[in-house]
């Protein structure tokens, strides 16, 4: 008799014509739906949405279902002062870039007001709360505004006006090369970091690889992730570091290396570990991240 009304929802069905309503375009008994579907809330990964139609007569279909994959953006900043393809403006190597899934773009040049990040500084670590609140680490010491130097072993952050210090990495013993970070993740009062050599932080035991997993709870350090034990190479550099808990996380790496499970990984790539199963989640090379400039070497996944 022709389609009234079509309709979606996730998780538990809200009941009949109170879920979300979708365009029809056609007439009769077949029409073709449609719906622009916020995702900010879905998290990152593959949702089942639930779907039905009514009919002029007031029948309802039985409920269909329909998967769909949703893959959040990638903030990141690369290794020199290239921009990455169709990102227009001039290329510093503070400023960061957002991939969408299709395109990239400069997400923010920390060189200009306020921000006034020196365009010569290496942004090494990126943990994004959102658009105006972040926190960084650099590869090699540098002068913020209206805070003075900082150190490539510190942690700043940015809470929408000005610079301070998170993670005083000098004070609290990273006082050797080896340990300056090269990777961070702040999850509440915890900061997740990898450092730029096979160096083990003041009270962590252990054989140290290049690419452990750190953690500073704000009294002591511990290994969180064992490299070499997970299937990394002992030799592999993590310099990027995105947590989402202690079994699924996203890094990069420093250089081209062998991943189990997934094969040769390039240092414009992101790979997932999901548990036991890894896979790549960005493929910089696809994406035209060719020239060693553009290699990424800090990154955030919101």
């Known amino acids: 008799t022709g389609i009234r009304r079509a309709e979606w929802w ?24 449609s719906a622009t579907i916020d995702v900010s809330d879905f998290g990152d990964g593959t949702s089942t949405l639930r779907l039905r139609v009514q009919d002029l007569a007031g029948n309802w279909s039985a409920v269909s279902s329909a998967d769909l994959a949703v893959r959040s953006p990638l903030f990141y900043s690369t290794l020199g002062n290239t921009n990455p393809p169709g990102a227009g403006g001039t290329a510093d190597d503070s400023d960061l870039y957002r991939w969408s899934g299709t395109a990239h773009t400069r997400s923010l040049d920390l060189s200009v007001a306020p921000y006034g990040v020196p365009a010569s500084a290496n942004v090494d670590g990126l943990t994004r709360v959102d658009a105006s609140h972040f926190y960084l680490s650099f590869a090699g010491d540098t002068t913020l505004p209206g805070l003075g130097a900082v150190q490539d072993e510190d942690v700043v952050y940015w809470n929408g006006s000005g610079w301070s210090v998170y993670f005083n990495g000098t004070a609290h013993g990273l006082t050797s090369g080896n340990l300056d970070l090269d990777a961070i993740s702040v999850k509440g009062s915890t900061l997740y970091f990898s450092t730029l050599g096979n160096t083990s932080p003041p009270g962590v035991g252990g054989a140290a690889d290049d690419a452990d997993i750190y ?49 040769a990984v390039q240092d414009e790539d992101v790979v997932y570990v999901d548990g036991s199963v890894r896979s790549v989640y960005f493929d910089g090379t696809a994406h035209g991240l060719t020239s060693a400039n553009l290699d990424v070497d800090a990154f955030d996944v919101p």
């Not at 996730?10 to 739906?33: E, F, H, I, Q, Y």
């Not at 550099?237 to 189990?260: C, E, I, K, M, P």
């Open 215 to 263: 953690s500073w709870n704000g009294s002591s350090y511990a290994r969180v992730w064992d490299a070499s034990a997970n299937g990394l190479p002992a030799t592999a550099n993590v310099d990027g570091y995105d947590r989402v808990d202690g079994s699924h996380f996203y890094l990069s790496l420093a250089a081209d290396a062998t991943v189990t499970g997934v094969g």
């Open 10 to 33: 996730r998780g538990t069905d809200p009941g009949l014509g109170k879920a979300n309503a979708m365009t029809m375009t056609g007439s009769g008994s077949t029409a073709t739906l």
